[in-house]
């Protein structure tokens, strides 16, 4: 698990490889349960949502928030890409979530599908 979310910060910026499903789901569902305990711990402290600037240290965190969700962002976004490889789809399947509703549902489905011999691997 932990060589799963290390590959995933290791390979932030690679689209031409492969990666599994484990490799997928577990810094997919790490990176969801981290951002809503840390977003709950700087809404308890502030004592309002993370969006609402009302001084510079409010700006100072929304624009570490804007930053590195930039940042994670592009690692998973070139994770899912892997993904797909690694189901021998191109990468450019990832444009499917533009479909309203069945689009997020069938990008979810390539994401759970098993390893197939690709030409990435």
């Not at 951002?35 to 609402?52: F, K, R, Y």
């Not at 590195?68 to 690692?75: E, F, G, L, R, T």
Request: proline share 3%.
């Amino acid at each position: 698990m932990i060589e799963s979310y290390n590959r995933f910060w290791e390979k932030i910026f690679v689209v031409n490889e492969s990666s599994g499903r484990q490799d997928y789901w577990v810094p997919t569902i790490v990176n969801y349960l981290l951002a809503v305990i840390i977003v709950a711990i700087i809404q308890a402290i502030t004592g309002h949502p993370i969006n609402e600037i009302y001084n510079y240290g409010d700006f100072f965190t929304v624009s570490a928030k804007n930053i590195i969700m930039a940042i994670a962002w592009i690692a998973n976004l070139t994770l899912a890409i892997r993904r797909l490889h690694d189901t021998d789809r191109s990468g450019w399947w990832i444009l499917i979530q533009i479909i309203p509703i069945i689009g997020t549902i069938w990008f979810v489905i390539l994401m759970l599908l098993p390893t197939k011999a690709n030409r990435w691997a």
